[in-house]
T-cell receptor, first 114, second 112 residues
Framework: ETGVTQTPRHLVMGMTNKKSLKCEQHLGHNAMYWYKQSAKKPLELMFVYNFKEQTENNSVPSRFSPECPNSSHLFLHLHTLQPEDSALYLC?????????????FGPGTRLLVL | KQEVTQIPAALSVPEGENLVLNCSFTDSAIYNLQWFRQDPGKGLTSLLLIQSSQREQTSGRLNASLDKSSGRSTLYIAASQPGDSATYLCAVDNQAGTALIFGKGTTLSVSS
């Protein structure tokens, strides 16, 4: 595997389900990000992790819970979601402090909440 | 609060045309500006990154310029091809290691 991978690619869940999204980066980076892309809205940041520590939480509801066990893996745990949470969830990684600091994105997980 | 605007929202051109996509941002204190490409249902591919000290970057048929003082960037695509059809996103960050702030994108359609 190369670059940034995300699983699953598609997910359908009910509002009472619990599921997790997984992201893995194979680039040796030290920063990872979760973004949300809803229809007709700009991509928006959810969480940032630098060296496994959460450095940004963009006022995300607690029904989204991130986990970063090491610098290569990032999870997004989902529980009691709402239909408006249906979106494309994108993971990215970068080398914090790198020059230039380009973010590399995974293919995303398309989530549908029924 | 930084806001990024992209104009136009959609653009259709015949193959072979040169075209310009526009991006503007409200806070000129940016660290980097990036242009990305997104194909339908897919992730983002970085096309060009311009550091705040730079004025432009070129890659193949793509040229991106940056005017920090006026809060503007343009992406120039020369001799467009059907394979260029995609959504083009502009994004800025205000500090190293922080999140990118995106525009809504310009959806380009190049017809053969």
């Amino acid at each position: 595997e190369t670059g940034v991978t995300q699983t699953p690619r598609h997910l359908v869940m009910g509002m009472t389900n619990k599921k997790s999204l997984k992201c893995e980066q194979h680039l040796g980076h030290n920063a990872m990000y979760w973004y949300k892309q809803s229809a007709k809205k700009p991509l928006e940041l959810m969480f940032v992790y630098n060296f496994k520590e959460q450095t940004e939480n963009n006022s995300v509801p607690s029904r989204f819970s991130p986990e970063c066990p090491n610098s290569s893996h990032l999870f997004l745990h989902l529980h009691t979601l709402q239909p408006e949470d249906s979106a494309l969830y994108l993971c990215a990684s970068s080398q914090a402090g790198g020059i230039p600091e380009t973010q590399y994105f995974g293919p995303g997980t398309r989530l549908l909440v029924l | 609060k930084q806001e990024v605007t992209q104009i136009p929202a959609a653009l259709s051109v015949p193959e072979g045309e040169n075209l310009v996509l526009n991006c503007s941002f409200t806070d000129s204190a940016i660290y980097n500006l990036q242009w990305f490409r997104q194909d339908p249902g897919k992730g983002l591919t970085s096309l060009l990154l311009i550091q705040s000290s730079q004025r432009e970057q070129t890659s193949g048929r793509l040229n991106a310029s940056l005017d920090k003082s006026s809060g503007r960037s343009t992406l120039y695509i020369a001799a467009s091809q059907p394979g260029d059809s995609a959504t083009y996103l502009c994004a800025v960050d205000n500090q190293a290691g922080t999140a990118l702030i995106f525009g809504k994108g310009t959806t380009l359609s190049v017809s053969s």
